[in-house]
């Protein structure tokens, strides 16, 4: 190999050095371009966009994504060289519990849907070997679609604000199909990790109020309440693991609770019209009728097995409506075993996180297993492939221990 000028000039390590930092991009590129095609893979997509695509060439999209997300996670871990962790054993179980229901005749989309979880499952694994690091790598590449995903909402409301607003007056995705509870899932996930980043002095004022500015409005433009509270109880949980060492979070929680006394006073009205959202007290009584779906589901006959291991993963829904609520949609297709699991996970994610010591990994960790508790009630959650179980998986990566060598190092 012939070195350049510049290479002899800097000396014998200089070409190794280069040699590890371009490894080192390319993993990195590779590693956030397999969580991007799993966030891919938990989009729905329904006919209806500005774009027309046919709903096969739609699924197509989404459903091929999986696979090749599989595919170049083994460049980066040909070995499948995995870090045991209790989350994704956890995880595993439910793919288990899945898989004995398929023990019983099913229909081909429940085998398929089974065979899609145990495949997210594995992607998982294979990136478990880039899971604690110093930099937060799968966290900043879970962000960096996060604001892919809501840019293209923004996009799409420009393009065509009517088709993005023709639902009730709230924000739909125009370019690619996402209901107004997903989109405020992604903001609020954003507006949260910015602010805690900040906290952290891990970004600066200015990226931390343009990436507020970004979603914050697009929260507000979904009118979803649970977001919102999920919001406030993830940020003010991580804020209260950093405020006894943090004077940057005593300010903004003195400087927030302030703003908040103010709005009250002067905008209580506008306030009470968002939160209300035009609903009866019948319909606010009920959570927009869901709780009525619940008690559906558990009237549903079953048997014993069925009551332990549900009916298998399916596309849940009673009388043609979803569930929406985490617990009862894995009551439904995984059984008591499956909602102890989703319990297990959330417990031992929140005894991880107050266990360790003050930091940023452990602040975020903390909101984003509050902001999926909150959720989880009524919205379905991380019982099959979605993006909360991406979320979960992100905290279990900011709580894994460090290697003390990079894993790229050692990675072909």
Excluded at 82 to 90: D, G, I, M, S
Excluded at 156 to 165: D, Q, T, V, Y
Excluded at 337 to 348: I, S
Excluded at 401 to 410: G, L, Y
């Amino acid at each position: 190999m012939t070195l350049s000028a510049t290479a002899l000039r800097r000396g014998p390590s200089a070409v190794p050095r280069d040699a590890r930092q371009a490894r080192e991009m390319s993993i990195r590129r590779r590693v956030s371009a397999v969580w991007g095609l799993l966030f891919l893979d938990t989009l729905v997509y329904v006919p209806g966009s500005v774009l027309h695509l046919p709903s096969v060439a739609g699924q197509c999209i989404t459903q091929g994504a999986l696979p090749l997300a599989i595919l170049i996670g083994l460049t980066i871990n040909p070995g499948i060289r995995v870090r045991p962790n209790a989350f994704l054993c956890l995880i595993s179980l439910l793919v288990a519990d899945a898989v004995i229901t398929t023990a019983v005749p099913q229909h081909l989309s429940t085998v398929y849907r089974t065979f899609r979880l145990a495949e997210f499952v594995f992607a998982l694994w294979l990136l478990t070997p880039w899971w604690g690091r110093r930099d937060m790598l799968i966290l900043r590449c879970h962000l960096r679609w996060l604001v892919v995903a809501v840019g293209s909402v923004l996009l799409g409301l420009l393009i065509a604000p009517r088709h993005a607003l023709a639902y009730d007056g709230r924000l739909t995705g125009a370019i690619w199909p996402m209901e107004p509870t997903q989109i405020a899932q992604y903001a609020a996930v954003i507006t949260g990790l910015v602010i805690l980043l900040w906290f952290c002095h891990r970004i600066s004022g200015r990226m931390a109020l343009a990436g507020v500015a970004f979603a914050v409005p697009v929260l507000l433009l979904t009118h979803t309440r649970t977001a919102l509270a999920a919001l406030v109880a993830g940020v003010l949980l991580a804020g209260l693991s950093l405020v006894a060492g943090n004077s940057r979070v005593r300010k903004f929680f003195a400087a927030n609770l302030a703003l908040a006394a103010i709005a009250l006073a002067v905008a209580t009205s506008a306030i009470t019209a968002w939160l209300i959202r035009g609903e009866t007290a019948r319909g606010l009584a009920t959570l927009t009728g869901r709780t009525n779906f619940w008690a559906l589901v558990l009237a549903v006959p079953r048997n014993g097995f069925q009551e332990i291991f549900g009916f298998g993963l399916s596309n849940v829904g009673i009388n043609g409506l979803p569930i929406d609520s985490n617990w009862f949609a894995s009551y439904m297709m995984e059984g008591i075993f499956g909602v102890v699991v989703c319990a297990m996970v959330l417990v031992w994610l929140f005894a991880n996180a107050f266990f360790q010591p003050q930091s940023a990994q452990r602040a975020i960790a903390l909101f984003l297993v509050m902001y999926c508790t909150v959720a989880s009630v009524t919205e379905v959650g991380f019982t099959d492939v979605s993006t909360y179980l991406l979320d979960v998986a992100v905290a279990a990566s900011l709580l894994v221990s460090p290697f003390h060598r990079q894993p790229s190092s050692r990675q072909a």
